[in-house]
T-cell receptor, first 116, second 117 residues
Framework: AQSVTQLDSHVSVSEGTPVLLRCNYSSSYSPSLFWYVQHPNKGLQLLLKYTSAATLVKGINGFEAEFKKSETSFHLTKPSAHMSDAAEYFCVLGGGSNFGNEKLTFGTGTRLTIIP | EAQVTQNPRYLITVTGKKLTVTCSQNMNHEYMSWYRQDPGLGLRQIYYSMNVEVTDKGDVPEGYKVSRKEKRNFPLILESPSPNQTSLYFC????????????????FGDGTRLSIL
């Protein structure tokens, strides 16, 4: 069975400092991985996706994530946090090349707080 | 503008009173799905549909029904709601075209907050 573990339920950083949101996955096949962001009272918005083309993936708003197969990790980073980054972030495991979106598995989310 | 629209956004109702949450997308997507979001549990899939008249159960289908009579619409029906169905619900859609369909990200609606008393 596949699973996603977001290692921190809450992360607080000061504005202007780096952000690290951790995600580990377990999958029996080559995975697709996504990071989504959810702002209050809004749906989930795609930040970036990994689909086996390149291990370092750049997304919107300065976020990026690195796929590390040996560590089964897909951590999300940003060099400098902005107040508008305060939101909940979800790591999502897709079905891989043999499956479609019907096999998505969501992490439990990490709430990011930015300290002024 | 490409979007997934859910209605209502908020609803407070009572146990046993049938309700329907509508979902519509304007992107001609084949795939649509319903999720519920509960604190500490992330999103869990209720039902999904790969195309018109094709639906299947997700991880938590009990107490819910869906239909897919048209490509753009995917309503969620609670025939006899109970308090344990109080939750935040999201509809999502995506395209199934392309060489690797799992690459297609899902587009989410803004959510429907249901309270069942």
């Amino acid at each position: 069975a596949q699973s996603v573990t977001q290692l921190d339920s809450h992360v607080s950083v000061s504005e202007g400092t780096p952000v690290l949101l951790r995600c580990n996955y377990s999958s029996s096949y080559s995975p697709s991985l996504f990071w989504y962001v959810q702002h209050p009272n809004k749906g989930l918005q795609l930040l970036l996706k990994y689909t086996s083309a390149a291990t370092l993936v750049k997304g919107i708003n300065g976020f990026e994530a690195e796929f590390k197969k040996s560590e089964t990790s897909f951590h999300l980073t940003k060099p400098s946090a902005h107040m508008s980054d305060a939101a909940e972030y979800f790591c999502v495991l897709g079905g891989g090349s043999n499956f479609g979106n019907e096999k998505l598995t969501f992490g439990t989310g990490t709430r990011l707080t930015i300290i002024p | 503008e490409a979007q997934v629209t859910q209605n209502p956004r908020y609803l407070i109702t009572v146990t046993g009173k049938k309700l329907t949450v509508t979902c519509s997308q304007n992107m001609n997507h084949e795939y649509m799905s319903w999720y519920r979001q509960d604190p500490g549990l992330g999103l869990r899939q209720i039902y999904y549909s790969m195309n018109v008249e094709v639906t299947d159960k997700g991880d938590v289908p009990e107490g819910y029904k869906v239909s897919r009579k048209e490509k753009r619409n995917f309503p969620l029906i609670l025939e006899s709601p109970s308090p344990n169905q109080t939750s935040l619900y999201f509809c999502a859609s995506s395209s199934l075209t392309g060489s690797v369909r799992s690459n297609q990200p899902q587009h989410f609606g803004d959510g429907t907050r249901l309270s069942i008393l």
